[in-house]
């Protein structure tokens, strides 16, 4: 299986701050790479997939890039409705696909 | 606007086979191209991909549970099932249907279903 790791596991930001979070697989997965946001109690939702395509509905201050093994997710002006949990998740050739362990990002 | 349901028991005991139906609108699964997925996530912890059915009637499961899961679908009810054997309490979880983007991507979620396996 293709392990996904996310760093860091715990963020704390200010309202209007620039954030980033990372991912990484255990190997190559191109750009088969796709980000979710989950609020509690809720389920996730689609923010970016293959890697850098922002969904439909989605606002631009998230943005996503990377490529290989290495990615990343940006929040270019972080905004209260922001503050969840965040999942990268592969969806390489093979199954299965797997998810990170999440980044909890949090009011500082 | 897709929309889907999951149902089923809030409460299993140990080695019960649990049954979860997927009940969804505003697509089709006999559509070419329409793929449905089956997730889960623990209280606390991670999500977990378990199985793919296509708009052909293939399908996918993790390996590391296949031989307990099953999924199925009702074409014409507009339903996916998926059933799974031998329940233990590690298996507590929320379970979610989701539409895929050619199977590769979640981009609409049911809003889960929480089942506790405890005797």
């Known amino acids: 299986d293709i392990q996904m790791t996310q760093s860091p596991s715990s963020l704390s930001a200010s309202v209007g701050d620039r954030v980033t979070i990372t991912c990484r697989a255990s190997q190559s997965i191109s750009t088969y790479l796709n980000w979710y946001q989950q609020k509690p109690g809720k389920a996730p939702k689609l923010l970016i997939y293959?890697?850098?395509s922002l969904q439909s509905g989605v606002p631009s201050r998230f943005s996503g890039s990377g490529s290989g093994t290495d990615f990343t997710l940006t929040i270019s002006s972080l905004q209260p409705e922001d503050f969840a949990t965040y999942y990268c998740q592969q969806s390489y050739n093979t199954l299965p696909y797997t998810f990170g362990q999440g980044t909890k990002l949090e009011i500082k | 606007q897709i929309t889907l349901k999951e149902s089923g028991p809030t409460l299993v005991k140990p080695t019960q086979t649990l049954t979860l139906t997927c009940t969804f609108s505003?697509?089709?699964?006999?559509?070419?191209?329409?793929?449905l997925a089956w997730i889960r996530q623990p209280p606390g912890k991670a999500l977990e991909w378990l199985a793919l059915?296509?708009?052909?009637?293939?399908?996918r499961y993790s390996p590391s549970l296949e031989s307990r899961l099953t999924i199925t679908r009702d074409a014409p009810k507009n339903q996916v099932v998926l059933t799974m054997t031998n329940m233990d309490p590690v298996d507590t979880a929320t379970y979610y249907c989701?539409?895929?983007?050619?199977?590769?991507?979640?981009?609409?979620w049911g809003q889960g279903t929480l089942v506790t396996v405890s005797s």
């Open positions: 059915i296509y708009w052909n009637d293939d399908k």
């Open positions: 989701a539409h895929t983007k050619a199977g590769r991507f979640f981009d609409y």
């Open positions: 293959a890697a850098s």
């Open positions: 505003q697509f089709s699964l006999s559509t070419n191209g329409v793929v």
